[in-house]
């Protein structure tokens, strides 16, 4: 558990998947329901965390998921409650994954973000990650519309 200005992360995201599916369902047009969760956390590899609120009666704040397999780690989905953005939260969370993939003895952590993700595309690029590729339409909106995916990654100094 990391203390972080009012806010704790912690490595137990199966207590929090229906948190984790509920933020989730607000915050993308395509969600993944606690079952999908479930699933990707029983892949290989996979982990995750969650920040919680620092009040008495701790609020969920945000999660993300992650999977570490041989020499390189991938960043499977990462939500913070837009009530709790602005704080620090998504670059601790990333920094956990980071981690959590040193210790497994991955070279590389990669992730794909949505083009027009402005903010998020700035959060991976301050931390060292750079585009290396592109997926056309790759994401759907509950419109209809598409996007793409920006594919980012980072190697880490050994």
């Given at each position: 558990?990391?203390?972080?200005?009012?806010y704790?992360?912690?490595?137990?995201?199966?207590?929090?998947?229906?948190?984790?599916?509920?933020?989730?369902?607000?915050?993308?047009?395509?969600?993944?329901?606690?079952?999908?969760?479930?699933?990707?956390?029983?892949?290989?590899?996979?982990?995750?965390?969650?920040?919680?609120?620092?009040?008495?009666?701790?609020?969920?704040?945000g999660?993300?998921?992650?999977?570490?397999?041989?020499?390189?780690?991938?960043?499977?989905?990462?939500?913070?409650?837009?009530?709790?953005?602005?704080?620090?939260?998504?670059?601790?969370?990333?920094?956990?994954?980071?981690?959590?993939?040193?210790?497994?003895?991955?070279?590389?952590?990669?992730?794909?973000?949505?083009?027009?993700?402005?903010?998020?595309?700035?959060?991976?690029e301050?931390?060292?990650?750079?585009?290396?590729?592109?997926?056309?339409?790759?994401?759907?909106?509950?419109?209809?519309?598409?996007?793409?995916?920006?594919?980012?990654?980072?190697?880490?100094?050994?």
């Open positions: 558990m990391t203390e972080l200005d009012g704790r992360l912690i490595g137990d995201i199966e207590t929090y998947l229906d948190d984790a599916a509920a933020l989730h369902q607000a915050i993308f047009d395509r969600p993944w329901s606690q079952d999908a969760l479930r699933d990707l956390l029983a892949m290989s590899g996979a982990d995750g965390a969650v920040v919680l609120s620092g009040t008495r009666d701790p609020a969920f704040a999660f993300v998921l992650f999977q570490c397999i041989g020499d390189s780690a991938e960043i499977l989905t990462l939500a913070v409650a837009p009530h709790h953005r602005g704080r620090g939260l998504a670059r601790s969370l990333v920094q956990q994954v980071f981690a959590r993939a040193r210790e497994t003895g991955a070279e590389k952590v990669m992730l794909e973000v949505q083009d027009g993700n402005l903010a998020a595309i700035q959060l991976y301050s931390l060292g990650m750079t585009a290396f590729d592109r997926r056309r339409n790759y994401y759907k909106a509950a419109d209809g519309s598409h996007a793409d995916a920006i594919m980012m990654q980072l190697f880490f100094d050994n």
